[in-house]
């Protein structure tokens, strides 16, 4: 059971990246799945979450508007599509997910985490 997050870069202001975390040895969609960041000398930040099954996608107030959460069950991969990314986005980010426990909600019993991914904006 591991999580792999893959997509961060270098990129400038205004541009876009997507992030995407496969999922192996579980089915993604049974479980709820969260995007977190962890810029230097912060505290980790909840960006989005996906619930289980149809549950929703949502972002973070700091986020909306630029980013999107999504999951496919065909490819067990969730994604995170960053739009219009600004220097304060500047973080590791990582996905977790509440596998074995079927949760809505990312904000408990994230139990598998990603190996984390560098996002760098910067003109």
């Known amino acids: 059971v591991q999580l792999q997050a893959s997509g961060g870069g270098l990129v400038r202001p205004g541009e876009s990246l997507r992030l995407s975390c496969k999922a192996s040895g579980f089915t993604l969609e049974y479980y709820a799945l969260g995007w977190f960041r962890r810029a230097p000398g912060k505290e980790r930040e909840g960006v989005g979450c996906?619930?289980?099954?149809?549950?929703?996608?949502t972002v973070s107030d700091s986020v909306k508007g630029r980013f999107t959460a999504s999951r496919d069950s065909n490819t067990n991969t969730a994604y995170l599509q960053m739009n219009s990314l600004k220097p304060e986005d500047t973080a590791v980010y990582y996905c977790a997910t509440t596998y074995p426990y079927p949760m809505n909600s990312c904000v408990k019993d994230l139990q598998v985490w990603g190996q984390g991914t560098q996002v760098t904006v910067s003109s």
């Open positions: 996906i619930g289980r099954a149809d549950n929703i996608p």
